[in-house]
């Protein structure tokens, strides 16, 4: 509802905006957030309005009361309330970033061992949708699963082969770990090679990396 009144109000400035945000639309897609740039502005742009009218009758009085001088209590409180949504602008249009962010710790956090179920169950001889199927039934790395079941979507709803659902999912996925194990899939699957053999050296250098960091958060632990 809120979105549908922003865009009547601020599409066209908007869309005039979309330039100056180049990489907005990418990080909406790998956010999962389901806006346009377009759209996004246009809220975050709401946004910011609706806090210059809650603000600057609010700082006016504070200021008011504070100084006593009507013109500089006017003055300061335009500074500020004009400060303040724009503070509010930017900050709302960043909100894509730390969900990227989040997104990418929690599915790297639990890679290593995503990545040793995923190369057990592709050892079985199932085709590489079966694998993913039951990887997303049974898995209980959330994030990863996630990740997972936007490819079977892509697959059995938007009837796309592996090589194309395996495609939108390096260009959509926060991670870049996981976009490198879905990249080296891809090429894997492309040359005809040996997937489980692939997935299990990555598992393999995932979980050397893993303990590595264990140890030195362990190590730093003793320090202190």
């Known amino acids: 509802m809120i979105s549908k009144y922003a865009f009547r109000l601020f599409g066209d400035v908007a869309k005039n905006l979309e330039s100056y945000f180049p990489e907005l639309k990418e990080e909406l897609k790998k956010a999962d957030l389901k806006f346009s740039a377009q759209e996004y502005i246009a809220n975050a742009l709401f946004v910011s309005f609706l806090s210059f009218l809650v603000c600057l009758p609010f700082l006016a009085l504070s200021f008011s009361i504070a100084s006593g001088n009507f013109l500089l209590a006017y003055t300061s409180s335009i500074t500020v309330a004009i400060i303040l949504p724009l503070a509010v602008f930017f900050i709302y249009l ?9 997104k990418e710790k929690k599915i790297d956090q639990y890679l290593p061992f995503s990545t040793l179920y995923l190369s057990s169950i592709i050892s ?9 199927k039951m990887f997303a039934e049974f898995s209980g790395h959330e ?6 079941k936007k490819i079977i979507n892509d697959m059995e709803f938007f009837g796309l082969d592996i090589v194309t659902a395996l495609e939108r999912a390096i ?3 926060p991670s870049r770990k996981f976009r490198e194990l879905l990249y080296g899939m891809l090429a894997t699957i492309r040359a005809g090679g040996n997937l489980h053999v692939f997935v299990k050296e990555r598992s393999s250098e995932y979980m050397i990396e893993y303990k ?7 190590h730093s632990m003793t320090i202190y």
């Open 94 to 102: 960043n909100y894509p970033k730390s969900i990227i962010k989040d």
């Open 124 to 132: 079985s001889g199932l085709p590489v949708q079966k694998a993913f």
């Open 143 to 148: 994030a990863v699963v996630n990740e997972i």
């Open 171 to 173: 260009a959509r996925t």
């Open 212 to 218: 590595r960091r264990l140890s030195e958060f362990s």
